[in-house]
C-alpha cells in the first residue's frame, strides 16, 4: 500500500484558517486521496477526496499538488468543533478498494 | 439520517471469556468493515465484507476472532477468548460497494475493556 505521511499534532487558533499537510511521494495513477476525521470518542468521519483537482465542499478544500506526491487539507475557519485527528489515506479502488488508515495529526484549536 | 449502529457501546469482560459485538450498516450498503482502534492509534482493518462474502481478513486473528455477514446485511465479529491484549475500540463502517472510491460512514464503536 501506497504510504502517507502526516505531522503527529498541529495548533490553530480559532476563526483562522488551517493548512494541514500529507506527503504521499510513492502514489500510483489510480489512488484517489481521501481524508477523514476523527473526533474525540467518535468513529471517524468522510471529510473530502479528490484525485487530480483541488476540491472543495461544506466541511473543508483539499488542495492536490501538480505532481501529486503532496495535498493539504484546509479549513477555512477553525471552530473549537474541529479539534479530532485528521487522518490521509491514499485508497486505489477497484479490486484494491480499503481505507489504510495511518496515526494521523492531532489538530488542537485554541479559542 | 442513517447511521451506522453498533452495540453494545461499551464492554467489560474478563480474559478467556466470549464476548461478541453487533454492527447494522446503513441499509443498502453492500461493503461493510470492521476495525480495531488502540488507543492513541489510527483504526485497523480487520475484516472487509462485499455482501455476506469476506473480501479481506488478512489482518483478523483467525485463531479467536471470528466474523459473519449471513444475509449480507448485519454482521458480527466475535472474540474467544479474549486476552487482555484486545482491550480497543472496535469501529464498524459501511458504504455502496461500487468500490469507486465513495464516502465509508462509521459507527461509535464498541469500547472493549478485558480484565
Known amino acids: 500500500d501506497a504510504k502517507t505521511t502526516q505531522p503527529n499534532s498541529m495548533e490553530s487558533n480559532e476563526e483562522e484558517p488551517v493548512h494541514l499537510p500529507c506527503n504521499h511521494s510513492t502514489i500510483s495513477g489510480t489512488d484517489y486521496i481521501h481524508w477523514y476525521r476523527q473526533l474525540p470518542s467518535q468513529g471517524p468521519e468522510y471529510v473530502i477526496h479528490g484525485l487530480t483537482s483541488n476540491v472543495n465542499n461544506r466541511m473543508a478544500s483539499l488542495a492536490i499538488a501538480e505532481d501529486r506526491k503532496s495535498s493539504t487539507l484546509i479549513l477555512h475557519r477553525a471552530t473549537l468543533r474541529d479539534a479530532a485527528v485528521y487522518y490521509c489515506i491514499l485508497n486505489s479502488g477497484g479490486s484494491n478498494y480499503k481505507l489504510t488508515f495511518g496515526k494521523g495529526t492531532l489538530l488542537t484549536v485554541n479559542p | 439520517e442513517a447511521e451506522v449502529a453498533q452495540s453494545p457501546r461499551y464492554k467489560i469482560t474478563e480474559k478467556s471469556q466470549a464476548v461478541a459485538f453487533w454492527c447494522d450498516p446503513i441499509?443498502?450498503?453492500?461493503?461493510l468493515y470492521w476495525y480495531r482502534q488502540i488507543l492513541g492509534q489510527g483504526p485497523e482493518l480487520l475484516v472487509q465484507f462485499q455482501d455476506e462474502s469476506v473480501v479481506d481478513d488478512s489482518q483478523l486473528p483467525k485463531d479467536r476472532f471470528s466474523a459473519e455477514r449471513l444475509k449480507g446485511v448485519d454482521s458480527t465479529l466475535k472474540i474467544q477468548p479474549a486476552e487482555l491484549g484486545d482491550s480497543a475500540m472496535y469501529l464498524c463502517a459501511s458504504d455502496r460497494g461500487d468500490r469507486i472510491n465513495t464516502e465509508a460512514f462509521f459507527g461509535q464503536g464498541t469500547r472493549l475493556t478485558v480484565v
Open positions: 441499509s443498502g450498503h453492500a461493503t
